[in-house]
């Protein structure tokens, strides 16, 4: 339970960027509609909650550490708390790709199983870029000038989103997605294991920053 | 009942050791924890709030440390430190919130009494308050809930004579009941000699001096007279000498008042006295 609250206090911390959510559903709707994949709108919301995810590192002050590291509480419940907040995105994310998905069966067009798989890739690889971005942050985060806090922060998601866009176009453009068409379930299945891997990798990510930061000083 | 126990306390930093601090402070008591700049004041003071962890040593709060139970041992600390703490984009609200989720101590209707009481503004961004209003906030939030041990980290500097006189009672009320206590460290000294029964002094990181305030003020002379009528056996016994117009001014532990003839005067210090005779001897 004060994991959550950990969670409610970075929500908090960082409310200002919640205020542009609506807007940034609204922008992967734009692009749905302008007749790109419903992969697109799915990427684009990944990248908004790889860079959103992060958003508590930056707001971190050392004069903080007065209020929030005193509260009662472990290093464990500070860590999951903010592993949780960042997780709350990429769920955010998945939330609004499956109201996009219904949308788009309920205008009776079918969603073939290869979409569904390039989804649940596209989820592990993006649970996979916000573990590794906690992991850089937490380790050495604190230490980073602001500039490259912010390349941190901003890369990732961005690049993600790029690279989804060219694989969508150039490589469905070869014939790669029709090798995927073909392959059907069995690359959903892949897709399913590949999600519960990066959700293992994410919670050994955890305990790595517990350990280290129950270590740490704060001021 | 000791409240607070600190043994062997050690921190070590590329450029600073704060080494091998120990004392106690009973339960319904106030220690004054004195020194100058970089001395390890808030060092010491940030490792008993586990801010900080310790190189060596071990800290108590009622029997509990931080590493058997981190929940407890936190619970019973109220800090209010020299830099206001809560986030900047928070507001009156958020702090309430925050306090009820974690404190199960915590009561809001004390907490909107203590805002009433000190007017602060519940609407206004806490990052726009004067200096005065965020060191009231950060009491309100410690005041609100049941703490055992006020770790003040310099908090009074900046403010107003008013403020802080109404500070130093709310100390005196706070350990009133014999069950809390105040660890205080602060440069204005004057408000120690009010307020604190033990006076616990560090200067580099080593322990200086550490007794009950009115044992150490009855520990030492402070001397005056004419540099020339010094003997070299007093000479060697004086701590803290200070040249002026008149001659100088220095200590003398009163044990060793025997040393002095009629040429000197000598009276009984305060404690800013013995501070500055201790750092001048020091260096």
């Known amino acids: 339970m004060k994991a959550i609250h950990f969670m409610i206090i970075d929500y908090i911390k960082v409310k200002q960027q919640m205020y542009f959510m609506p807007m940034f559903i609204v922008i992967a709707l734009v692009l749905w509609g302008n007749g790109f994949s419903i992969l697109v709108p799915f990427s684009y919301m990944m990248c908004v909650s790889l860079i959103l995810a992060t958003a508590p590192f930056g707001t971190c002050k050392k004069e903080d550490a007065g209020f929030l590291v005193l509260l009662p509480s472990t290093a464990a419940h500070r860590v999951i708390g903010r592993f949780l907040y960042g997780m709350s995105f990429v769920g955010f994310a998945v939330v609004c790709s499956g109201i996009f998905i219904a949308f788009y069966q309920m205008m009776e067009k079918e969603i073939e199983a290869w979409t569904i798989a390039v989804s649940l890739y596209l989820l592990a690889f993006c649970l996979l870029m916000i573990t590794v971005e906690f992991l850089i942050l937490y380790l050495v985060g604190e230490n980073l000038a602001p500039q490259l806090l912010g390349i941190v922060r901003v890369a990732p998601g961005m690049g993600s989103f790029f690279a989804m866009m060219y694989i969508i176009d150039d490589v469905g453009a070869m014939g790669k997605v029709s090798m995927a068409r073909d392959m059907g379930g069995e690359m959903t299945q892949i897709g399913a294991i590949a999600v519960a891997a990066a959700l293992a990798i994410w919670v050994a990510a955890v305990v790595i920053c517990v350990k280290v930061t129950a270590k740490r000083d704060y001021v | ?283």
């Open chain 2, 1 to 283: 009942m000791e409240l607070l126990e600190v043994k062997n306390l050690s921190k070590h930093y590329k450029a600073f050791d704060l080494q091998n601090i120990n004392f106690t402070l009973p339960k319904g008591y106030i220690m004054g924890y004195v020194g100058p700049n970089g001395s390890g004041k808030s060092t010491t003071l940030n490792l008993i709030t586990n801010i900080c962890k310790c190189t060596e040593g071990e800290i108590r709060i009622n029997g509990i440390s931080c590493e058997e139970d981190a929940v407890a041992y936190k619970e019973q600390i109220g800090y209010i430190g020299d830099e206001f703490y809560f986030p900047n984009n928070f507001k009156v609200k958020n702090i309430r919130r925050v306090l009820q989720n974690f404190y199960p101590t915590f009561s809001a209707k004390k907490f909107d009494g203590f805002l009433q009481r000190w007017n602060l503004p519940e609407k206004k961004p806490i990052k726009d308050f004067s200096r005065g209003m965020k060191v009231m906030l950060m009491f309100a939030s410690v005041l609100s809930r049941d703490t055992k041990l006020m770790v003040l980290d310099e908090a009074t500097n900046g403010l107003d004579p008013v403020m802080r006189t109404e500070i130093l009672q709310l100390l005196q009320e706070y350990v009133m009941d014999g069950e809390r206590s105040v660890i205080f460290s602060t440069h204005i000294l004057s408000d120690l000699e009010q307020i604190a029964d033990y006076i616990y002094f560090i200067h580099q990181g080593r322990t200086v001096l550490y007794d009950a305030k009115d044992e150490l003020i009855e520990s030492y002379l402070l001397v005056k007279g004419e540099k020339s009528a010094v003997s070299s056996e007093l000479e060697k016994a004086l701590i803290g000498v200070i040249d002026n117009a008149y001659g100088f001014e220095a200590l003398l532990s009163s044990d060793q008042a025997g040393l002095l003839g009629t040429e000197f005067q000598y009276e009984k210090p305060n404690i800013d006295q013995i501070v500055v005779h201790f750092i001048k001897d020091g260096r």
